[in-house]
């Protein structure tokens, strides 16, 4: 997949998807599929228009706490066959109208198509709608996808940030169409883990993502069966410091310092809490890792 920074007439003739695709959702999805399939149709390429940040950035002078980061975003469009992605600022864009925007993406890539969501909003005041593309004279083919309608819930970025918040990882992955992801390097800590008998990999979690509830995780540690803690560590420290992402991967042993783990979310199993001891906690550890167990399958604990 080409990446691009700013629009260039290098490209014609494109399938486009437009969007700001925080997640790549299973919404999402169908936007970007729409694009590619009707590309491979004609011959053509499948294009992503979006923008580096999100755009209330600018708006609001604040952004809502991202799904995923840059990279899985790049790694989730790429998987869909996506050929080139747009990444724009959105500061050059901001102040012309919808008609603008539609008439600039006409005169540089001559698309043979846009995709759009149903409820997608462009240029100033919101002045692009999916029916002002629809009415547009420009020759190109117009898709206004559908809500997708996950479990009685229509699959959105605000929706799925709400339940990673709250800590409902299953409705979260559901609407995602995959499992929330957090990859990070492997940090060396204080060891504490593995003094008594559950040696981690720590990670600090990115700042850009919405935080789940400090708590322990049913996880995967590069596709093998792991438990998960994040949180300040109470039993041990008793201190406000920095959350951190602690990781335990189940009957693995080796020394992964400085490199990358993709750590996939599956459920939420409790609360992070203070214990009395190091053999309360212990015990806890265990029991948690059973309430996994039909993630897991069959293994000693």
């Given amino acids: 997949m080409k990446i691009f920074t700013e629009l260039n007439n290098e490209y014609k003739n494109l399938a486009l998807a437009l969007g700001f695709f925080d997640g790549v959702h299973k919404g999402h999805q169908t936007v970007i599929t729409s694009a590619v399939a009707f590309a491979r149709k004609n011959g053509s390429q499948a294009a992503v228009v979006t923008f580096q940040e999100h755009p209330q950035v600018l708006l609001r002078g604040c952004a809502p706490a991202y799904i995923s980061t840059e990279a899985l975003r790049r790694e989730k469009l790429s998987e869909l066959g996506v050929d080139i992605l747009f990444e724009l600022d959105f500061n050059a864009f901001s102040n012309i109208s919808g008609e603008e925007y539609i008439k ?66 299953k409705k979260a992955n559901a609407l995602l169409g995959y499992n929330f992801v957090i990859e990070s390097t492997v940090q060396e800590g204080a060891k504490l883990a593995s003094k008594i008998g559950f040696k981690t990999a720590n990670l600090n979690y990115p700042p850009e993502l919405i935080q789940l509830p400090y708590g322990v995780y049913c996880v995967s540690a590069n596709g093998l069966p792991a438990i998960a803690n994040f949180g300040v560590k109470p039993t041990f420290t008793g201190l406000a410091i920095a959350p951190v992402l602690e990781v335990h991967i189940l009957n693995f042993n080796e020394n992964i310092y400085g490199e990358k783990l993709r750590v996939e979310f599956i459920d939420f199993i409790r609360h992070e809490k203070k214990f009395g001891s190091a053999a309360e906690l212990v015990a806890q550890i265990k029991s948690d890792i059973l309430a996994c167990k039909g993630f897991y399958g069959n293994i000693d604990v």
């Fill in 104 to 169: 600039l993406l006409v005169q540089n890539f001559e698309p043979i198509s846009i995709s759009t969501g149903f409820n997608h909003y462009f240029g100033a005041q919101k002045s692009g709608t999916p029916e002002l593309l629809e009415k547009s004279a420009l020759d190109y083919k117009y898709f206004k996808t559908p809500p997708v309608i996950i479990e009685g819930e229509v699959a959105s970025s605000s929706l799925i940030r709400k339940h990673l918040a709250a800590g409902d990882i």
